[in-house]
């Protein structure tokens, strides 16, 4: 009899029915559909887990929230504008806010690495009202004020801006 050939079983009532002839490579097709089966739940399993999770802290402030800090506003406007902020610190006879954001990115179940801190500082001048705006992050392990893009080469408060972008980025092993 062929695969194509129809049989007739009898039940225990005697009613007849046709049967199909399944060939034995067809059950081991169907034997082995619960194994495929598993094995792709397992591989999307892991293909999801292994997705990086990325985690935002801080302020992360958009174009338009910079541009509502104009030279001359007060302290109290600023704080209303943006938020408390995260420090503060004297400079020049003057004082700083400083807004601190940073990104990272975790991947299953491996230690979360930071891929990006960005400052937005504000500072104001001896009478209290807004000098200027700079926002520094690091570019090619160097900080890097996004605001003026460049380089700032004599920021007052360099070395507090340094310490809170300290591992950020590409190291330079010669400085600067």
């Known amino acids: 009899m062929s695969s194509g050939d129809w049989k007739v079983e009898c039940s ?6 046709p049967a199909r002839h399944v060939s034995r490579a067809t059950k081991a097709a169907f034997a082995r559909l619960p194994l495929v089966s598993a094995l792709l739940l397992a591989v999307a399993g892991v293909a999801t887990g292994c997705s990086p999770t990325t985690m935002r802290h801080g302020h992360h402030f958009q174009e338009s929230d910079l541009q509502q800090i104009q030279p001359g506003m007060s302290q109290s406007a ?6 408390t902020p995260d420090t503060t610190s004297t400079v020049s006879g003057g004082s700083a806010y ?21 400052v937005l500082a504000v500072y104001f001048n001896p009478v209290g009202s807004v000098e200027r705006v700079a926002q520094y992050g ?32 590409p190291v330079n092993p010669f400085g600067g």
């Open 138 to 169: 690091k570019k090619d392990g160097k900080i890097f004020d996004y605001v003026k893009r460049e380089t700032p080469s004599h920021a007052k408060d360099g070395g507090l801006i340094g310490q809170i972008l300290r591992g950020i980025g």
């Open 78 to 83: 600023v704080r209303l504008a943006l938020g």
């Open 12 to 17: 225990k009532q005697g009613s007849q029915r």
């Open 98 to 118: 400083y807004y601190i954001s940073s990104t990272t990115q975790q991947t299953a179940f491996l230690k979360p690495t930071e891929t990006d801190r960005k």
